[in-house]
C-alpha cells in the first residue's frame, strides 16, 4: 500500500503561526496514533522562537482510517488568540495549513526487473557473436533499460548490468526528490486564509465545536 506525505506549515507566517504549528502537530499526533495509523517524521524546520516549529513532514501509512481523519483535519487552520510573543500585537487571527502533497521518499525496487540474455554484438570475432552471453536489465516500474556485453561470461554480464541499473534509478531518483523539495519548498509559502476546516481558540488552544 503506498505511504503519503503529510506537511503542516505555518507558510511564511510570524513565530505565532509557527506556535500554532506545533499544537497541531500535537493533536494530530495523537489522533493518528489513537487509530494506529503508522507514521514518521521526515523533516522538522524549526521555528524563530522556542517552542515553535515551521514545519512537519509526515510519512503516513495510506489507509481508510487515515482518509477519514483528513477529512477533519486537512486544509486551513486558524488560532484565534493573543499573541505570547507581541502581547500589544492587536490580530488575532492566525492561520496554518495541514495537507497532502507529493511524494519525496521513494525508492525503485531493484528487484522488479525482467532479465533478457541475447548475442553480443560488435567487436570480439566469431565466438562472441556466437554466445548468449549479453544481458539486458530493464526495470519494470520506470521502463530504465540497460545493457552489459562486455564480458564472455553471462554472469559477469549480469553482474555488471544489475551495478549499471542500481546507478542509473538512483541517479533518476535523485533527479525526481530535487524537483520535488522544490515543489515542497513553495508550498511553505501557500496558507490559504479563510475557510478553515478547523478553528482552535484562547492560550489552551481549545477547539471550536
Request: aromatic share 6%; net charge positive.
Given at each position: 500500500?503506498?505511504?503519503?506525505?503529510?506537511?503542516?506549515?505555518?507558510?511564511?507566517?510570524?513565530?505565532?503561526?509557527?506556535?500554532?504549528?506545533?499544537?497541531?502537530?500535537?493533536?494530530?499526533?495523537?489522533?493518528?496514533?489513537?487509530?494506529?495509523?503508522?507514521?514518521?517524521?521526515?523533516?522538522?524546520?524549526?521555528?524563530?522562537?522556542?517552542?515553535?516549529?515551521?514545519?512537519?513532514?509526515?510519512?503516513?501509512e495510506d489507509s481508510t482510517c487515515?482518509?477519514?481523519?483528513?477529512?477533519?483535519?486537512?486544509?486551513?487552520?486558524?488560532?484565534?488568540?493573543?499573541?505570547?510573543?507581541?502581547?500589544?500585537?492587536?490580530?488575532?487571527?492566525?492561520?496554518?495549513?495541514?495537507?497532502?502533497?507529493?511524494?519525496?521518499?521513494?525508492?525503485?525496487?531493484?528487484?522488479?526487473?525482467?532479465?533478457?540474455?541475447?548475442?553480443?554484438?560488435?567487436?570480439?570475432?566469431?565466438?562472441?557473436?556466437?554466445?548468449?552471453?549479453?544481458?539486458?536489465?530493464?526495470?519494470?516500474?520506470?521502463?530504465?533499460?540497460?545493457?552489459?556485453?562486455?564480458?564472455?561470461?553471462?554472469?559477469?554480464?549480469?553482474?555488471?548490468?544489475?551495478?549499471?541499473?542500481?546507478?542509473?534509478?538512483?541517479?533518476?531518483?535523485?533527479?525526481?526528490?530535487?524537483?520535488?523539495?522544490?515543489?515542497?519548498?513553495?508550498?511553505?509559502?501557500?496558507?490559504?486564509?479563510?475557510?478553515?476546516?478547523?478553528?482552535?481558540?484562547?492560550?489552551?488552544?481549545?477547539?471550536?465545536?
Amino acid at each position: 500500500m503506498m505511504n503519503r506525505a503529510i506537511l503542516i506549515t505555518a507558510g511564511q507566517g510570524p513565530a505565532e503561526c509557527q506556535w500554532v504549528v506545533k499544537q497541531v502537530w500535537l493533536r494530530f499526533k495523537k489522533d493518528l496514533e489513537k487509530r494506529i495509523v503508522a507514521f514518521k517524521q521526515l523533516e522538522v524546520i524549526e521555528g524563530d522562537e522556542r517552542g515553535c516549529v515551521k514545519s512537519i513532514l509526515l510519512e503516513v501509512e495510506d489507509s481508510t482510517c487515515l482518509r477519514s481523519l483528513l477529512k477533519s483535519w486537512e486544509g486551513t487552520i486558524l488560532w484565534v488568540g493573543s499573541s505570547v510573543y507581541r502581547p500589544k500585537h492587536k490580530r488575532r487571527n492566525w492561520y496554518i495549513s495541514l495537507k497532502m502533497i507529493e511524494r519525496v521518499w521513494e525508492e525503485h525496487d531493484i528487484s522488479d526487473v525482467k532479465v533478457d540474455v541475447m548475442r553480443a554484438s560488435g567487436p570480439g570475432g566469431q565466438h562472441v557473436n556466437k554466445t548468449q552471453s549479453a544481458v539486458r536489465i530493464t526495470h519494470n516500474p520506470t521502463g530504465i533499460s540497460v545493457i552489459s556485453q562486455d564480458s564472455r561470461s553471462q554472469h559477469a554480464n549480469r553482474k555488471k548490468a544489475k551495478d549499471r541499473l542500481e546507478s542509473k534509478l538512483n541517479k533518476a531518483n535523485d533527479l525526481q526528490q530535487d524537483t520535488q523539495k522544490r515543489k515542497h519548498f513553495l508550498q511553505h509559502y501557500q496558507v490559504e486564509r479563510g475557510n478553515p476546516v478547523r478553528v482552535y481558540r484562547g492560550p489552551k488552544f481549545k477547539l471550536s465545536e
